[in-house]
């Protein structure tokens, strides 16, 4: 993959963790524990461990942590960097169900952008929404993108267009007030302003069909929270995301795409694109 060495992608997956303003977290030597607000799927996760402990006593330890923010539930990420090298093990002996497996997959863009395996040429007006100095070299079937516009997510109708999808598409209900949406959008601008971040929806003849958002660090674009309505799945909507968060992050400086993609979802598209897998993140539900 040109200048990424497997290395040094996967030492970029490590180092992506999410801790929103609004989550609480403990992070020691040994793990590090994030309190999501309640209206998150899997709202407290040990989201790495590394430690020369018996892992028993880190769950008993992190459990009681869990206990005492009033939660019975917690989730517990199994990585690469996991120690010690028997936690899944353990973790399955004490009843944790595994939930979820993402796959860590990266494309180096200092090539260029993936094909993502639509054949024709690329229609404009599919990016018309997008500050792109250059069109992006990416082969998508003009009457696979009929209908199809992405645009920044900077406004308040975008926000609520994302909100629409996500939903649906993570089950995210949960009522904003108006100061919520209008301190969510800041935060958005503010990104916008620095260009460390940026979130794209992607509409179907005028319907909010899939969002997703990317963090730019340094080089590396973390591409996250990709998904399509499921009443438009199948227009090339999905690929019409990924291909306007890849071609605005190349833009401003990104060598590096990376997703952690779900095994049975995105993760075939991506593999297709030409993404390389470089691990597995597998989550396990436990009770506290």
């Avoid at 796959?103 to 990016?127: H, K, N, R, S, W």
């Avoid at 949406?181 to 620095?194: G, N, P």
């Avoid at 260009?195 to 319907?207: L, M, P, Q, T």
């Amino acid at each position: 993959m040109g200048q990424w060495t497997a290395a040094a992608v996967q030492q970029a997956a490590d180092e992506w963790v999410w801790i929103p303003a609004d989550a609480e977290q403990v992070e020691t030597d040994d793990y590090q524990l994030i309190a999501y607000p309640q209206y998150f799927q899997e709202p407290t996760q040990v989201a790495r461990s590394a430690s020369e402990r018996p892992v028993p006593e880190l769950i008993d330890e992190v459990a009681a942590r869990v206990r005492n923010w009033g939660r019975d539930t917690f989730y517990w990420w199994v990585r690469a960097d996991t120690r010690p090298a028997n936690t899944e093990a353990v973790l399955q002996s004490r009843g944790a169900v595994l939930t979820e497996t993402v796959q860590v997959l990266a494309y180096d863009l200092t090539g260029g952008i993936p094909d993502l395996g639509l054949p024709g040429g690329l229609a404009a007006p599919a990016f018309a929404g997008l500050p792109l100095t250059t069109p992006p070299d990416l082969a998508i079937s003009p009457a696979t993108l009929a209908g199809l516009r992405a645009d920044l997510v900077a406004d308040e109708p975008s926000l609520r267009a994302s909100y629409l999808v996500n939903a649906e598409v993570w089950r995210e209900h949960r009522d904003r007030t108006a100061a919520a949406v209008a301190a969510e959008l800041a935060e958005i601008q503010a990104e916008l302003a620095a260009w460390s971040g940026f979130r794209i929806v992607v509409y179907a003849d005028g319907e909010p069909a899939a969002t997703g958002g990317c963090g730019l660090h340094g080089e590396v674009a973390r591409l996250w929270g990709a998904g399509a309505r499921a009443a438009f799945r199948g227009r090339g909507a999905y690929r019409v995301l990924l291909a306007a968060r890849i071609a605005l992050a190349r833009e401003h400086g990104a060598t590096l795409a990376l997703v952690k993609g779900r095994v049975e979802t995105s993760g075939p598209i991506l593999r297709r694109a030409g993404f390389a897998r470089y691990s597995e993140e597998r989550l396990y539900r436990l009770a506290a």
